[in-house]
T-cell receptor, first 114, second 115 residues
Framework: AQSVTQLGSHVSVSEGALVLLRCNYS??????LFWYVQYPNQGLQLLLK??????LVKGINGFEAEFKKSETSFHLTKPSAHMSDAAEYFC????????????FGSGTRLLVRP | NAGVTQTPKFQVLKTGQSMTLQCAQD?????MYWYRQDPGMGLRLIYY???????DKGEVPNGYNVSRLNKREFSLRLESAAPSQTSVYFC??????????????FGQGTRLTVV
């Protein structure tokens, strides 16, 4: 069965500092991996995704993530945090078959200090 | 292009009442999902439908039923609401795997309170 673990329910950084949100997955077959962002009282928006090909994936708003198969990780990073990045971030995993389920981690709330 | 539309946006129910949450997508996606979101627990899959005419249980199906009415619509029914079903519910849809459209699109959510 697939699963996702996000380390840290809350992460606090200063504006301009590096953002690192951790995600580890479990999947018996090659995974598809996603990061979504949720702003207060809104739905989820895709930040970036890894399906196949290049393991370093760039997304919107300056975020990127690297798929590391040996570490079963897909950590999200951004070099310099902005106040507008404050939100909840979700890592998710699915797989390459026609009846895949999209399974989410428990989420990490990012706080950005001025 | 509306994407994924959920109704209602807010609902208060009394324990034991029933209701149906509606979801429609206009992106010609094959797969549709219902999730519930609770603090500290992320999004948990209730039911999903990989294609028109099929539905399968997710992680937390107890107390819910679903209907994939056609390719566009996927409804979630609470037959006898309980306070434990107080949550925010999200519907999502995505294209068929292997055709380059693996991103799931989400509705704006339904905030349900059961008293």
């Amino acid at each position: 069965a697939q699963s996702v673990t996000q380390l840290g329910s809350h992460v606090s950084v200063s504006e301009g500092a590096l953002v690192l949100l951790r995600c580890n997955y479990s999947s018996s077959v090659p995974p598809y991996l996603f990061w979504y962002v949720q702003y207060p009282n809104q739905g989820l928006q895709l930040l970036l995704k890894y399906t196949t090909g290049a393991t370093l994936v760039k997304g919107i708003n300056g975020f990127e993530a690297e798929f590391k198969k040996s570490e079963t990780s897909f950590h999200l990073t951004k070099p310099s945090a902005h106040m507008s990045d404050a939100a909840e971030y979700f890592c998710a995993v699915s797989r390459m078959d026609s009846s895949y389920k999209l399974i989410f981690g428990s989420g990490t709330r990012l706080l950005v200090r001025p | 292009n509306a994407g994924v539309t959920q109704t209602p946006k807010f609902q208060v129910l009394k324990t034991g009442q029933s209701m149906t949450l509606q979801c429609a997508q206009d992106m010609n996606h094959n797969s549709m999902y219902w999730y519930r979101q609770d603090p500290g627990m992320g999004l948990r899959l209730i039911y999903y439908s990989a294609s028109e005419g099929t539905t399968d249980k997710g992680e937390v199906p107890n107390g819910y039923n679903v209907s994939r009415l056609n390719k566009r619509e996927f409804s979630l029914r609470l037959e006898s609401a309980a306070p434990s079903q107080t949550s925010v519910y999200f519907c999502a849809s995505s294209g068929r795997q292997g055709r380059g459209n693996t991103e799931a699109f989400f509705g704006q959510g339904t905030r349900l309170t059961v008293v």
